[in-house]
């Protein structure tokens, strides 16, 4: 029942912003970026996190990942012909890439994912540390 709880606050927030307009937000250059992390680091949040439910935690960190990457997909559209539709989805591309890259430095920090046994790769991607 708690994760159940914990999970419709947090997607609901998160859903909420992305139907809202893709201004910045803080430190990140798009409002839906700020409520990807928002609801990822809530995830692991030492007040709502609770190791016996990591599973279920890290598989809802995922889907918001996920969701976070096809919203962002929708927002990348071939605007043909026409120069404003262009242009807007450069500006969407060159912030998500520059949001992405504090994403990631930004989850690097997170201590429960890192406790774990997550770790990231030079890559830049996340992966699960092996052996005892």
């Known amino acids: 029942m708690y994760f159940q709880l914990r999970w419709k606050e947090i997607v609901t927030t998160f859903e909420s912003a992305l139907n809202g307009p893709s201004t910045p937000s803080g430190e990140w250059a798009l409002a839906q970026s700020a409520a990807a992390w928002k609801a990822f680091s809530t995830c692991w949040d ?9 599973n279920r935690f890290w598989r809802l960190a995922l889907q918001i990942s996920v969701r976070y990457a ?62 005892s």
């Open 46 to 54: 030492p007040d709502v996190y609770i190791p016996e439910l990591s």
């Open 70 to 131: 096809t919203w962002l997909k929708a927002q990348l559209k071939d605007g043909g012909e026409d120069a404003a539709v262009e242009e807007q989805t450069l500006k969407v591309a060159a912030a998500a890439v520059l949001d992405l890259q504090l994403f990631e430095r930004k989850a690097k920090d997170v201590q429960a994912i890192r406790a774990n046994g997550l770790e990231g790769g030079r890559d830049g991607l996340m992966h699960v540390r092996t052996g």
